[in-house]
């Protein structure tokens, strides 16, 4: 399990200055804490009943004493509140000459855009050392976009733009989380933020948002894979929105007709080009239609990388080989699913609780994953 | 009528009719003037040949409108409701209800000071792309904010 | 001005057990009724609230969804409801000279006028509404936008029916308050026919449904431009 | 005064006390349960089903726990979790904790502790227990039929566009057993105003009366507020009106600041009670006057005050207006004063006490010591700079459950135990008690402190699965060790209190020694508590006719002052001779 964290790591201008204050209060709250159960210990033990301690005229009011512990904390409270609104009143005002990006925010998918219209979802490549500043907007319920290691997160709301702001100050992949609840995969609404060299990130920007040259066929499927974003639907598990795509390469598939299919490469190309062709039991014509978005190139290349989405079973799934956000798409398989009878169980765990959206029969979908499994 | 002020063990008081009435007709007569008042376009005073701002006259509008409202509860809470003339605690009670509403009010100036922000972030436009379907997923919106 | 002394032994089949004397059992309702009072204050004022917020934001659109809205109904609503605090107010009245006839006369007056009230609202303003369209939800499409906004216009109908709403269903749980305690003033029960408080808390209730209206007349009907 | 009409008339004067049936005696039926207006009978309904909905929600916390013992592929899948933790939360703040001490302890002591027959309103008492009932068997069903995904804040958009299930039902659950809560408030208002016994001044109110007084005001001034913001949500889900939605210009952080105008007074409502009890059993188990009486009280009054006005600091980071961030910050800080006073307070109350360590008092020190530290990390949220970092993170779960559990169902636990012996006229093993109350002490600590590290280090709570984070998964294998602790510790008191019932030992009237009214009566109580209505003479929290060893302190002060004073007046009459 190697060490366990208990900090995390300061990668952005704020994160010193956060800690200070944090480790601060930390310490204040210790003093306190030990203060107070230090003279209730004591107390405790020399007061006991049937100790003989002195007890002779014990007080009952003190007025200087009431005073001490109503200003002691107050003072106390003001210095901390004066740094923390400092610092707060920092984050809220970015600098004029602030690179901006835009973020879109939807259940359950990070998209953004920078300004020379690169587009990425789930990720996002900021430059070493240069104010950042995202503006930010929800489609639809409130979202936060949150970077622990930055030490700063704003609400990503319908209806308006809001608006953070950040220097990242060290070169890395961090962590980012969607900390609003906004649903039921809330938790897996997220990805990374890259912090690159200013050189590499122009660099980037120019190649229109490609990371690392050259790829391979599965490398370049996933950065499609992930640009397009069918992980905003397809995710480990399937879930109420799409059928889990891990394991899918020659896998039968039920079909809303109940017949079924097995999951060549012609059979993907037409899932992803013409889905409505034929439509998953238990889905709807939920998804896309890509034909016209997508070059055959990077159909190729989608099959190749969802031909490595680890098969039924494989707890490891493909992550390991690839370069690769383990978060979408290719997270392991549940070990519960490489046996129908564990995949009913699913199912029937999920009927015991039934809560669908009304315009998907996720019953019948949960239902359907279990015969198509093996 | 301050010689009832309090409500004193053992006795109640009876108030004439007369005074519920003159309070009905007080009521009444607010009440037509309120109507009234919302037909005055307060930009043109024609009588004075005046003309003010639209800000400015609709203020006064809105301000006559709230005192006579406030008046005619006042009326209310006082007679109706023999405020005036119960004990102190009712009288606490009565105002505290209206003071506390008052501090919820305070939410109003978050609105308020959103405009000094060096990021404002109310935007006065309708909305978002976003339609009114439930859980209908609107078309990918233009990233950029209105100018 | 007269004024009635009450003497204890009168009434101690209506103090409860729990109380030493009808003194203390009537103060002990008027605080209760006022506290519950203070409650209904908030409630409402989160509402006044909310509408403040978007009056704010929308004086334009909201003035212009206001004309859909009938002045006249408006007001001679609120003549109905300042006369039935009347006829209530009388009610307790004659409830402190025990005169059962009048009580009983005022009662049905004030639940008459409230009945017309809601007759109104719920025959003609509400149903007019609809004709027009401007019921909240999928079917809402005003006729005379004129430039303005139509989310804002929903958000004003949204408001109004949320707000009248509500204040119509604490019009008929008045109905049904007022109601029964006729009906006790009717059979001559002692509770309500020996002490005035119990009309005088009705009464309470009553004018504070007044009073909402008070605000909510000008608010939705009157705007300014 | 009429008093005395209500007593038996077969009764002899000096038999009374003996022979008077207990309120549990007077009746057996169902019916004369059900339909009862006994304030003590309500009492032990809301017991009992508070403990229902307690053992509900620690049966979801124990669900979160096990699913978050591994990053993925755990017990539940996403959506199942999320409905999990909105039941744990709905459950325990609205069916639990808001009800606990002040409708099950309210309820039983409060006229007893002023010296009534009943609370001012009896049916309506009993009217509120049911609508409390009704709300919480809607919310019930509500979960059972669907469940409700939105966690326990409702925040709009979610809940009312886009969230499915039964979000509905909840709502209203939540609503009819907030009018519960609002009938009780009133009830009590009235009481305390108006039916204390002669000789029972504001100045001696037992503390926890105070409190409950303060929150009954915070429940009548905040209650409604969020009973029509969450109604506003029905009227969207329901009849698309669209009152906070963005699409037609609305503003959900409107929904926010009404949402929180209560739900921050709400945090007091559950931990003022809680701070009232600890006073009085503070105060009984070191047999000593408190501490600064006047400031304990006066600080409950404030602590209901300014709780209204820093509900923006939930909203921090939600795109209110910075300024307003900043103003909320400031008086977050400043409410943790009358806190403070508070646990000072207690502190010098133990010193040159006479301090038994029995069960309850065994809860109180655990309050102390657990709340402080609670309380003391709110400030880190209150904190603008660092609570951009940390909300919504686990540091916030730990700090509510610092001070909701730490502090006020310890408080509760205490509570129980003080009062059981009033309530069963039976003692329990007080060493179970005491070695059970370190158990969950412990316990206690495992399973949140653990949680205070996971939030600094960036963990989102609400979330059902962290495989991408796999560095969290230590701290959350401790913290479920800690919850096991704690769900044994929990299930323990119920085995044997229940036991008691029937084996314990019978309890004198007045066990502990202490100075409340309702240890002048027999345990347990008649049904009309006093037989005649008693005068109240004393200060509150005067032992010296209880405690002999206060009594010989007294008078050894008193001996020592008379001489002292003696002395001073021969001096000065020397000296004055001397000229
Ligand atoms: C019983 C319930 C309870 C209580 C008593 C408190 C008490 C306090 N709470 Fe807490 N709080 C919650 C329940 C409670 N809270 C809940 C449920 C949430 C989360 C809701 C959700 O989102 O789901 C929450 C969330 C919450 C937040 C929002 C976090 C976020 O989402 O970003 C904040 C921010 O300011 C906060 C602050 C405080 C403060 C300052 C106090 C103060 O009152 C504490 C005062 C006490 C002390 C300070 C300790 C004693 C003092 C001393 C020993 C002296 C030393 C003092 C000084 C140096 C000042 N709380
Ligand atoms: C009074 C209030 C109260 C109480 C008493 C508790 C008690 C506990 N709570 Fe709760 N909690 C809240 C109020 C409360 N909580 C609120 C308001 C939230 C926020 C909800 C939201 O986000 O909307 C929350 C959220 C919350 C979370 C965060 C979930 C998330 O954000 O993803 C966690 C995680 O550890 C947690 C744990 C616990 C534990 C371990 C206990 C323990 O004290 C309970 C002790 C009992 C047990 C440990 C289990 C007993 C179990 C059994 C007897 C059966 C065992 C069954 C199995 C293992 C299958 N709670
Ligand atoms: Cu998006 Cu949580
Ligand atoms: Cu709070």
Not at chain 1, 254 to 261: H, L
Not at chain 1, 270 to 283: A, C, D, F, H, K
Not at chain 3, 183 to 210: M, R
């Amino acid at each position: 399990m190697g060490t366990v964290p208990i900090a995390p790591e300061q990668a952005s201008n704020f994160a010193y200055w956060h800690d200070l204050i944090f480790y601060t209060l930390s310490a204040l709250t210790a003093v306190f804490t030990i203060l107070v159960g230090v003279l209730v210990i004591s107390f405790v033990i020399k007061y006991k009943k049937g100790s003989n301690a002195d007890r002779s005229n014990p007080p009952h009011e003190s007025k200087i004493m009431e005073f001490t512990w109503i200003v002691i904390p107050t003072g106390l409270g003001l210095v901390m509140f004066f740094a923390g609104a400092k610092l707060f009143l920092d984050m809220r005002t970015p600098p004029a000459n602030a690179m901006e990006v835009y973020v879109i925010g939807k259940q359950w998918m990070w998209h953004s855009q920078h300004s020379n219209g690169v587009r990425e979802n789930n990720t996002l490549h900021v430059p070493l050392g240069k104010p950042v500043k995202l503006t930010m907007i929800s489609q639809d319920v409130i979202h936060a976009f949150y970077i622990p290691e930055f030490r700063t997160q704003y609400h990503v709301v319908p209806g308006r733009y809001t608006q953070q702001w950040f220097v990242p100050t060290r070169v890395g992949r961090y962590q980012l989380f969607c900390n609003v609840y906004c649903g039921t995969q809330h938790s897996e609404m997220g990805g990374y933020v890259y912090v690159m060299p200013p050189d590499d990130f122009e660099k980037w920007l120019e190649n229109g948002g490609d990371t690392v040259k050259p790829m391979s066929l599965e490398q370049s499927g996933q950065k499609v894979y992930n640009r397009l974003g069918c992980n905003n639907c397809h995710g480990a598990k399937s879930n109420m929105r799409a059928p889990s795509l891990a394991g899918i390469y020659q896998s039968k598939r039920r079909m809303t007709d109940n017949s079924v299919a097995v999951a060549d490469e012609a059979y993907l190309r037409e899932s992803i080009l013409r889905p409505y062709n034929r439509v998953n039991y238990g889905y709807e014509k939920q998804m896309p239609e890509y034909a016209g978005t997508v070059t055959e190139e990077e159909v190729l290349q989608l099959i190749s990388y969802m031909k490595t989405l680890g098969g039924a079973g494989d707890v490891e799934g493909a992550p390991k080989t690839l370069e690769m956000d383990p978060r979408k798409g290719s997270s392991p398989v549940p070990p519960t699913s490489s046996t129908v009878g564990a995949a009913g169980a699913i199912s029937a765990q999920s009927n015991a609780t039934p809560g669908q959206r009304p315009d998907q029969n996720s019953v019948g979908a949960l239902a359907a994953q279990a015969p198509s499994k093996n | 009528m301050s010689s009832h002020g309090s409500h004193l063990p053992g006795h109640i008081h009876v108030f004439p009719i007369w005074m519920y009435v003159k309070v009905f007709i007080a009521l009444f007569v607010l009440m037509i003037l309120t109507v009234a008042a919302s037909y005055v376009d307060f930009t043109h005073i024609h009588p004075l040949g005046m003309t003010i701002s639209p800000l400015v006259g609709s203020l006064i509008n809105n301000v006559i409108a709230m005192t006579i409202a406030v008046l005619k509860a006042t009326l209310v809470v006082l007679f109706f409701m023999h405020v005036k003339f119960s004990t102190r605690l009712t009288k606490i009670f009565a105002v505290s209800g209206f003071v506390w509403m008052s501090l919820m009010f305070l939410i109003l100036l978050d609105y308020g000071t959103r405009a000094w922000e060096p990021v404002p972030s109310w935007e006065k436009f309708e909305g978002s792309a976003l339609s009114r379907q439930k859980g209908e997923k609107a078309e990918e919106t233009s990233v950029r904010p209105r100018q | 001005m007269a004024t009635l002394a009450h003497h204890d032994s009168d009434f101690v089949e209506h103090v409860h057990h729990q109380f030493e004397d009808i003194e203390q059992q009537n103060e002990a309702y008027l605080v209760g009724m006022w506290a519950f009072l203070v409650t209904e204050v908030m409630f409402f004022g989160a509402m006044f609230l909310v509408y403040s917020l978007y009056r704010w934001f929308y004086q334009a659109d909201f003035y212009a969804a206001h004309h859909e809205l009938s002045i006249p109904a408006g007001a001679i609503n609120t003549t109905i409801l300042l006369a039935s605090s009347f006829t209530m107010v009388m009610a307790v009245h004659f409830a402190q000279l025990r005169n059962k006839l009048m009580v009983m006369l005022n009662l049905v007056a004030t639940i008459g006028l409230a009945t017309a009230f809601l007759l109104i609202k719920f025959l003609y303003e509400w149903p007019e509404k609809a004709k027009h369209f401007l019921v909240p939800g999928p079917g809402f499409d005003p006729q005379h936008l004129e430039g303005t906004s139509k989310r804002a216009w929903e958000l004003f109908y949204s408001l109004y029916f949320a707000m009248t709403g509500l204040h119509a269903l604490h019009i008929i749980i008045g109905i049904l308050i007022i109601g029964a305690l006729a009906f006790l003033w009717q059979k001559g029960a002692k509770s309500v026919t020996e002490d005035y408080i119990p009309t005088e808390l009705v009464g309470l209730y009553w004018h504070f449904v007044d009073l909402v209206w008070i605000f909510l007349f000008p608010l939705f009907y009157l705007i300014p431009k | 005064m009429s008093a005395t009409a209500y007593r038996p008339t077969d009764v002899k004067e000096e038999e009374v006390h003996v022979k008077e049936p207990s309120y549990l005696e007077d009746g057996h039926s169902v019916k004369s349960w059900l339909l009862t207006g006994d304030h003590k009978r309500i009492g032990i309904m809301y017991l009992i089903t508070i403990s229902i909905f307690f053992f509900v929600g620690s049966l979801a916390a124990g669900l979160i726990r096990a699913q978050l013992v591994l990053p993925a592929n755990s017990l539940l899948e996403a959506e199942t979790y999320n409905k999990v933790f909105t039941a744990h939360g709905v459950v325990m703040i609205f069916f639990f904790l808001l009800v606990a001490i002040p409708a099950v302890f309210g309820n039983f002591v409060l006229p007893l502790a002023i010296g009534a027959r009943d609370l001012a309103f009896p049916r309506l008492n009993l009217l509120s227990y049911y609508l409390y009932l009704l709300g919480g068997l809607l919310a019930t069903t509500a979960l059972l039929t669907g469940g409700i995904e939105t966690g326990w804040t409702f925040y709009v958009p979610l809940s009312s566009m886009y969230s499915n299930g039964q979000v509905t039902m909840a709502i209203v659950g939540a609503f009819v057993a907030g009018f519960s809560s609002i009938a009780t408030a009133v009830n009590f208002i009235a009481t305390i105003h108006k039916m204390r016994a002669p000789g029972m001044t504001w100045g001696r109110l037992p503390l926890w009366v105070w409190s409950t007084y303060a929150t009954s005001l915070v429940i009548i001034l905040g209650t409604p507020v969020v009973a029509i913001t969450l109604l506003l949500v029905v009227f969207e889900r329901v009849f698309r009106l669209g009152i906070f939605s963005p699409e037609l210009g609305g503003d959900p952080v409107l929904f926010q600041h009404l949402f929180w105008f209560y739900s921050h007074p709400a945090v007091y409502i559950m931990v003022l009670p809680a701070m009232g009890v600890i006073s009085d059993i503070i105060a009984t188990f070191s047999s000593r006057r408190i501490f600064g009486y006047e400031f304990i009280a006066f600080s409950s009054l404030l602590i209901a005050a300014l709780g209204f006005l820093v509900w923006g600091h939930h909203m921090f980071i939600s795109s209110q207006s910075m300024y307003q961030s900043v103003v909320f910050s400031l008086i977050s800080f400043l409410v943790a004063v009358p806190s403070a006073i508070k646990i000072f307070n207690w502190t010098a109350t133990l010193y040159k006490g006479h301090i038994r360590l029995q069960t309850p008092m065994v809860y109180a020190l655990g309050f102390i010591g657990l709340f402080t530290l609670g309380g003391l990390t709110g400030l880190f949220l209150a904190c603008l700079g660092t609570d951009v970092h940390l909300t919504n993170t686990y540091f916030v779960v730990a700090h509510f459950h610092y001070v909701m559990v730490g502090g006020s169902v310890m408080a509760f636990l205490g509570a129980l135990h003080y009062w059981w012996p009033k309530m069963t006229g039976r003692m329990y093993p007080d060493n179970w008690g005491k070695v059970n109350a370190l158990l969950v002490f412990v316990g206690f600590n495992l399973t949140f402190f653990p949680q205070f590290i996971l939030g600094f280090l960036g963990m989102p709570r609400r979330y059902a699965y962290y495989y991408f984070a796999p560095q969290y998964q230590p701290l959350h294998i401790l913290s479920t060790a800690g919850a096991s602790v704690l769900a044994i510790a929990f299930a323990i008191p119920f085995f044997y209190l229940t036991r008691s019932l029937k084996y314990g030992a019978k309890a004198s009237d007045n066990p502990w020694h202490a100075t409340g009214l309702e240890w002048t009566v027999a345990s347990p109580p008649p049904t009309h508590n006093f037989h005649e209505t008693p005068v109240v003479t004393r200060e509150q929290y005067e032992f010296g006719h209880l405690v002999p060893e206060v009594r010989a302190i007294e008078e050894s002060d008193k001996a020592r002052r008379d001489a002292e004073i003696a002395a001073e007046h021969a001096a000065e009459a020397a000296s004055t001779e001397a000229k």
